[in-house]
C-alpha cells in the first residue's frame, strides 16, 4: 500500500482483483436526500486515484439514472474500474413509483440490455440479481444468467440477499463470484449461514450498508427531524422515534475506539466490516457509499486500521441490541427464508 491506496481481494475464486474497498454510488442519484452531480463525479476521480476500482449500481437506482449518471466515468476509465450493477427490482408500466421483483428469464434479458445501453458499455464485469423471486427456481434464473456470460454480455455473477441455500443452488449452476448483502456492527444475520457458505464456495461477500446508511457515523440521529423530506432512511424504522434514540446510545463504545485511534466513528464501523475477511476467512470488499472526495479518502484510509481483539469484543454485542428491523417491509429481503 503506497502513496494512501487501498490493497485489493480477489472477487470470487476466478478473480479479478478489486480495490478491498468498493464505491456504492446509488446515494449519487437518489435515496439519500439532495444530490450533487459535481461532487458526485468528483468524489468517483477521487475512489479511483485511491485504489477502489469495484463501482456499485443498479437498475433500480433512480429508475435507471444512477447507470446512465456513473456511465461517462466508467467509459473514461474503463480498463481500470469494475462495473457492478443489477437487476430484479421492476416498474409495473402503470405504477411508475412501486416494485416489484423479477427473476424469469426474459425480463432477465431485457434488464441486462437495457443496463448495458443505459451505461454504454459492451459488457458487465459483475452482474447481480438484486433480489429473490421465490415463485421462479433459482436454477432457471442463474441459468439465464449464465448464458448471458456465455454470450459475452456480462463475465461475472453476483447475488444479493439470498439465502445460504440459495447461494449453493445458484452456484450449483453457475459459480457466483459474489454476496451482496447488509453488513455491519448494526446488521449481522448472515454470519450465521450465507458467510460460512460463501467461504466454502469461494465466494467474495460484498457488504452493502457497510455504516448503516450513515447512521453509524453519528452524522445524524432521528431521520425524520434531521433528514430531508425525500430521504429514503425516513422510512426505516431504526433511525426513527425512540428506535433511533435508542440505537444512538449503541454507538458508545465505538466513539470510544474511534477516540483510542485518532479516528472517526465511521472509520471503525469500516474497520471492522473489513476485518471480518480474517474473523470469518474470505475476501470482503465493502461498499460504502458516498457523494464526498474527503469521505471517500476517510473511509479508504479506515482500511489502514486494525483493532485488536479487546475492541472487536466491545463492539460484539451492539448487533443483538440494534432496535428495529433493516427495512420496514422485510419481504423484500432474505430474512424469514433461512
Ligand atoms: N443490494 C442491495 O440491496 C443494496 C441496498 C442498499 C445499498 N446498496 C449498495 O450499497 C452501497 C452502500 O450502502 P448505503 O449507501 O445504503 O449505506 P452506507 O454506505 O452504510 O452509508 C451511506 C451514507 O453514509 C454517508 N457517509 C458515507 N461516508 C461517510 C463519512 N465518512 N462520514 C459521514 N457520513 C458518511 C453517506 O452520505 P454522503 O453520500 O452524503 O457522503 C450516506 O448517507 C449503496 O451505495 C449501494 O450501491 C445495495
Redo the contacts with the bound molecule.
Keep these: 500500500m503506497t502513496n494512501g491506496t487501498i490493497g485489493t481481494a480477489a472477487l470470487g475464486d476466478q478473480g479479478p482483483e478489486v480495490g478491498v474497498q468498493g464505491?456504492?454510488?446509488?446515494?449519487?442519484s437518489f435515496?439519500?436526500?439532495p444530490v450533487d452531480a459535481d461532487a458526485s463525479r468528483a468524489t468517483l476521480e477521487r475512489a479511483l486515484e485511491l485504489g477502489v476500482t469495484l463501482y456499485?449500481?443498479?437498475d433500480a437506482?433512480g429508475a435507471g439514472d444512477n447507470e446512465r449518471f456513473l456511465s461517462p466515468f466508467f467509459k473514461a476509465h474503463r480498463d481500470e474500474v469494475v462495473i457492478a450493477t443489477?437487476f430484479a427490482l421492476a416498474i409495473p408500466p402503470d405504477e411508475p413509483t412501486r416494485r416489484i421483483i423479477r427473476n424469469d428469464p426474459p425480463y432477465v434479458r431485457q434488464a441486462v440490455e437495457a443496463s448495458l445501453k443505459r451505461l454504454d458499455v459492451d459488457v458487465i464485469d459483475l452482474y447481480?440479481m438484486?433480489?429473490r423471486d421465490v415463485n421462479v427456481p433459482i436454477e432457471e434464473t442463474v441459468g439465464v444468467m449464465a448464458e448471458l456470460v456465455r454470450e459475452g454480455k456480462v463475465k461475472q455473477l453476483g447475488l444479493?440477499?439470498v439465502t445460504a441455500a440459495e447461494l449453493r443452488a445458484a452456484h450449483a449452476v453457475h459459480p457466483i463470484a459474489a454476496v451482496?448483502?447488509?453488513w455491519?456492527l448494526f446488521s449481522r444475520d448472515i454470519e450465521a449461514k450465507v458467510v460460512p457458505a460463501a467461504r466454502e464456495l469461494g465466494v467474495t461477500l460484498v457488504p452493502?450498508?457497510?455504516?448503516?446508511?450513515?447512521f453509524?457515523?453519528g452524522?445524524f440521529v432521528d431521520a425524520e427531524q434531521d433528514l430531508t423530506a425525500d430521504d429514503f432512511r425516513r422510512q426505516h424504522p431504526r433511525f426513527t422515534g425512540d428506535n433511533a434514540a435508542a440505537n444512538a446510545s449503541l454507538l458508545e463504545p465505538i466513539r470510544a475506539i474511534a477516540e483510542a485511534h485518532g479516528a472517526?466513528l465511521?472509520?471503525i464501523a469500516l474497520a471492522w466490516v473489513q476485518q471480518r475477511a480474517t474473523v470469518h476467512g474470505l475476501p470482503v470488499v465493502p461498499?460504502?457509499?458516498?457523494?464526498?472526495p474527503t469521505?471517500v479518502e476517510?473511509?479508504t484510509a479506515a482500511t489502514r486500521i486494525t483493532l485488536t481483539e479487546e475492541q472487536l469484543a466491545q463492539l460484539e454485542p451492539i448487533a443483538a441490541k440494534v432496535a428495529g428491523t433493516r427495512y420496514a417491509d422485510m419481504t423484500f429481503t432474505s430474512a424469514g427464508r433461512e
Excluded: V, W
Excluded at 23 to 28: A, E, I, Q, R
Excluded at 208 to 214: A, D, E, K, Q, V
Excluded at 287 to 292: H, L, Q, S
Design positions: 464505491l456504492g454510488c446509488m446515494g449519487m435515496a439519500y436526500g456499485d449500481t443498479a437506482y443489477k447481480y438484486h433480489r444479493s440477499e451482496q448483502s447488509e455491519s452493502y450498508s457497510p455504516l448503516g446508511r450513515g453509524l457515523t452524522s472517526t465511521g472509520q461498499i460504502p457509499g458516498t457523494r464526498k469521505r476517510e473511509n
